[in-house]
């Protein structure tokens, strides 16, 4: 077998968030805006709390269509979903340590 290169990582670099944690972070702040349990928001959204928990903590890739089931839980439409998460995701970025 060959040798494995490695690729540098720039520690000058912005590292940006994924677009599920910023998704995430995202339900999760109007859950408790809305002062919702996780167990409440998952029941009527049709999923598990330990899903919506990895959802709100950025760990799932959820589908468009449970996105839309969180959101619709939490009275949000997709699409004032997906500005928030662009406005978060055009947002000042963390330098890489």
């Given at each position: 077998m ?80 997906t ?15």
């Amino acid at each position: 077998m060959g040798e494995v290169i490695r690729f540098p990582r720039p520690t000058d670099r912005p590292v940006e968030p994924l677009w599920r944690e910023a998704a995430g972070e995202e339900l999760r702040q109007e859950r408790h805006r809305n002062e919702r349990t996780l167990s409440d928001v998952a029941q009527q959204a049709g999923i598990s709390v330990q899903y919506l928990s990895e959802v709100e903590r950025g760990r799932k890739e959820p589908s468009s269509e449970v996105l839309a089931a969180v959101a619709g839980a939490l009275g949000l439409r997709m699409a004032d979903l997906t500005l928030r998460v662009a406005r978060r995701l055009h947002g000042p970025v963390c330098l890489a340590a």
